[in-house]
C-alpha cells in the first residue's frame, strides 16, 4: 500500500513558478514508477510526467515538455514536480500518482495509488 499527498499548488500569475510535492508512506514506494496527471473540469485526466523507480528516465507530455520537471528522492519519499514558465492552460487539479508495474506507462488507468490531488490557478 502507498498513500500519497500532494501539496504546492496554489494561485500563480502566467510565466511563474510553482513546485508540488508529493509525500508518499509506506514500504513500497521506492518500487514504484511514479507519475504527474492533471484533470480540468469535465475533461479526462491526462499525463504530465513520470519518473522510473529510480529516478534515471523522465518522460513528459509535449505540452510541458520543457517548462516542467518530474525528480524524486527515495530516501524522502518524495516525488516533485517544478513547473516554470506557466501558462493559462497549465490550470488543473494535479495528481501524483505511483505504479507497480514492472514497466513504466504513461496511461492514467496503469496506476494504482492515487493522491487526493492539488489545484493549479494559472491567471494570465
Known amino acids: 500500500q502507498v498513500q500519497l499527498v500532494e501539496s504546492g499548488g496554489g494561485l500563480v500569475q502566467a510565466g511563474g513558478s510553482l513546485r508540488l510535492s508529493c509525500a508518499a508512506s509506506?514500504?513500497?514506494?521506492?518500487?514504484?514508477?511514479m507519475g504527474w496527471f492533471r484533470q480540468v473540469s469535465g475533461k479526462e485526466r491526462e499525463f504530465v510526467a513520470a519518473?522510473?523507480?529510480?529516478?534515471?528516465?523522465?518522460y513528459y507530455a509535449d505540452s510541458v515538455k520543457g517548462r516542467f520537471t518530474i525528480s524524486r528522492d527515495n530516501a524522502k519519499k518524495t516525488v516533485y514536480l517544478q513547473m516554470n514558465s506557466l501558462k493559462a492552460e497549465d490550470t488543473a487539479v494535479y495528481y501524483c500518482?505511483?505504479?507497480?508495474?514492472?514497466?513504466?506507462?504513461?496511461?492514467?488507468?496503469?496506476?494504482?495509488?492515487w493522491g487526493q490531488g492539488t489545484q493549479v490557478i494559472v491567471s494570465s
Open positions: 509506506g514500504s513500497t514506494f521506492s518500487i514504484c514508477h
Open positions: 500518482a505511483a505504479d507497480t508495474s514492472w514497466n513504466l506507462f504513461l496511461s492514467p488507468r496503469e496506476y494504482d495509488y
Open positions: 519518473i522510473t523507480r529510480s529516478g534515471g528516465s523522465a
